[in-house]
């Protein structure tokens, strides 16, 4: 691993930052390390302080858990750096909703996130405006969702008035008045549902 200098008495009014990086299985071709010359560069030119890099190599985008990730968000509850610069949003979240909790956790733990291809600086207002839309399109995307779950389902009760959603139920008429039967004999609940192989709910409700 790269060994990175210790943070002197008269570097303390400088910026610590570290890079994250990924490359996924289907970046045929592409180099880690283009990333990481890319993002070094900016730290060069902003005169900050590189305190650490985390790459995952082979990792996709769906994948919520990495191991440098992981890495990074640990070291962010102690402080370790001030910001977190990457190449682009889609190299840091699996989708909009990983990538708005990987932000709003760095955010409460007073670490800013810096993207170079979006120009996202949660540091600066402009920043913060950008991550604020995002956020907002999230909520719509998820408050969308619920809504198209809840119309299909009123709609599927509509179309089939008779059928109940979930599994089948194994009662019947012979299964009831076994269940009747155990129920009367002070057999416990655990023990019918066994036996007639049927669910709690469905032996309260007989």
């Known amino acids: 691993r790269v060994l990175f200098r210790s943070v002197r008495m008269n570097d303390k009014t400088k910026k610590r930052v570290c890079l994250y990086c990924r490359i996924s299985t289907n970046d045929k071709g592409q180099d880690i390390n283009r990333q990481v010359n890319e993002l070094k560069e900016i730290v060069d030119n902003n005169g900050w302080i590189l305190t650490d890099i985390y790459t995952d190599e082979g990792f996709s985008r769906s994948t919520t858990t990495r191991p440098e990730l992981d890495r990074m968000m ?23 909703k990983h990538m708005i909790e990987v932000v709003e956790t760095l955010k409460q733990r007073g670490v800013d996130l810096w993207v170079k291809n979006q120009m996202i600086d949660t540091s600066q207002v402009g920043g913060m405006l950008v991550y604020n839309i995002l956020n907002s399109i999230s909520s719509y995307e998820m408050e969308l969702t619920k809504q198209r779950v809840k119309s299909g389902l009123e709609n599927w009760k509509k179309k089939n008035p008779d059928l109940k959603l979930g599994r089948p139920s194994n009662l019947n008429y012979q299964t009831r008045q076994k269940i009747i039967e155990m129920k009367s004999q002070n057999i416990g609940m655990k023990k019918i549902s066994q036996i007639c192989k049927v669910g709690r709910k469905t032996i309260l409700e007989v």
């Open 74 to 96: 640990q070291d962010s509850f102690s402080k370790r750096f001030d910001m977190v610069i990457t190449l682009e949003l889609s190299r840091l979240g699996c989708n909009l």
